[in-house]
């Protein structure tokens, strides 16, 4: 099976990705990485997210769903 995942850390410098492909091989799982790359994030929406820590923040869903994407 093949399989992608993303995540960004607590600096929100970068979207991290990386495909893996997965094995059963008896009792074990085989993992072997595919490839990783990570793209930085644009930096206006870095700066809007950074702030939404913030207790006083206005976070909208429409603020979410475009971080999201």
């Keep these: 099976m093949r399989v992608m995942g993303l995540m960004s850390g607590t600096s929100l410098d970068a979207i991290d990705a990386a495909v893996v ?5 008896g009792q074990t799982l085989e993992v072997t990485l595919v490839g990783w790359t990570e793209v930085p994030w644009p930096e ?20 979410i769903a475009a971080a999201s994407m």
């Excluded at 492909?21 to 091989?25: L, P, Y």
């Excluded at 206006?44 to 603020?63: C, F, H, M, Q």
């Design 21 to 25: 492909d997965i094995e059963v091989r």
């Design 44 to 63: 206006e929406l870095r700066e809007r997210v950074g702030g939404w820590p913030d207790p006083a923040a206005i976070v909208t869903v429409g603020d």
